[in-house]
C-alpha cells in the first residue's frame, strides 16, 4: 500500500489551461503538504494543511488553490498555466506537530508547453 | 532568513567514504535533516539530528553538527553504487507547519 500517492505521475498541458493534482495518504497523518522541486532541484514549500485548515502559504500566485475534502487529501488546482509552472510537486504529510515522519509522495512532474 | 547551501557535485569512487556538506544560516534551527532523492523518486529521508546533538550514527551514515559554524555533514562509509542520487540536507524549527526548507541538494556519482 502506497502510503502518500500522487495522481497523476505525469501531465502535459498547454499554457493557459485550469490542472488539478490529487494527493492521498493512509498514514492517519494530521498534516500535509505541498512542495516544488524546479528544474534546478530546488525543492520549495508551497503549502501546508492541518485537519483541513490551511496553515503555510509562502507566497505562492493565487492562480494555484489547495484543497482539502478531509485530512487524508490534499489536492492542488492551478489555473491559468505558465510555462514556469513546469516543475515536479511533491505531496507529502507528516503526524501532527511532530517533524520526523515526514513521508513523500513520488512526485508529479508537470510539463507546461 | 533561511539559507541552506550545499555543493552542487561530489564523484567518488565505489568502497570510499564519501562527505556531502551543508551550511545554514537560521540558528533558531531545532532539526537537521539529510534526503536522498534517487531519479525519478520522492525523498527518502536517510537520517535526522536535534541541534542539542554533535553527532549522530547509523550504520554506515555519520552525522555531524558543528552549531558555532552551523556546519552540517553527512559521512557515507563505504559507498556504493546504489548510493547515487541527490542528497539533500533541511532544516525545520518544529513550529507550528512543520516546514522544512531545503538545500539546493548535492548530486552524487559513485564509480566503481
Known amino acids: 500500500d502506497t502510503a502518500v500517492s500522487q495522481t497523476p505521475k505525469y501531465l502535459v498541458t498547454q499554457m493557459g489551461n485550469d490542472k488539478s493534482i490529487k494527493c492521498e495518504q493512509n498514514l492517519g497523518h494530521d498534516t500535509m503538504y505541498w512542495y516544488k522541486q524546479d528544474s534546478k532541484k530546488f525543492l520549495k514549500i508551497m503549502f501546508s494543511y492541518n485537519n483541513k485548515e490551511l496553515i503555510i502559504n509562502e507566497t505562492v500566485p493565487n492562480r494555484f488553490s489547495p484543497k482539502s475534502p478531509d485530512k487524508a487529501h490534499l489536492n492542488l488546482h492551478i489555473n491559468s498555466l505558465e510555462l514556469g509552472d513546469s516543475a515536479v510537486y511533491f505531496c507529502?504529510?507528516?503526524?501532527?506537530?511532530?517533524?520526523?515522519?515526514?513521508?513523500f509522495g513520488s512526485g508529479t512532474r508537470l510539463t507546461v508547453v | 532568513g533561511e539559507d541552506v547551501e550545499q555543493s552542487l557535485f561530489l564523484s567518488v569512487r565505489e568502497g570510499d567514504s564519501s562527505v556531502i556538506n551543508c551550511t545554514y544560516t537560521d540558528s533558531s534551527s531545532t532539526y537537521l535533516y539529510w534526503y536522498k532523492q534517487e531519479p525519478g523518486a520522492g525523498l527518502q529521508l536517510l537520517t535526522y539530528?536535534?541541534?542539542?546533538?554533535d553527532m549522530k550514527q547509523d550504520q554506515r551514515l555519520t552525522v555531524l553538527l558543528n552549531k558555532k559554524d552551523k556546519h552540517l555533514s553527512l559521512r557515507i562509509a563505504d559507498t556504493q553504487t546504489g548510493d547515487s542520487a541527490i542528497y539533500f540536507c533541511?532544516?525545520?524549527?518544529?513550529?507550528?507547519?512543520?516546514?522544512?526548507?531545503f538545500g539546493g541538494g548535492t548530486r552524487v556519482l559513485v564509480k566503481p
Open positions: 507529502a504529510s507528516s503526524p501532527g506537530q511532530r517533524i520526523f515522519g515526514y513521508t
Open positions: 533541511a532544516e525545520s524549527m518544529g513550529a507550528a507547519g512543520n516546514k522544512l526548507t
Open positions: 539530528i536535534f541541534s542539542n546533538m
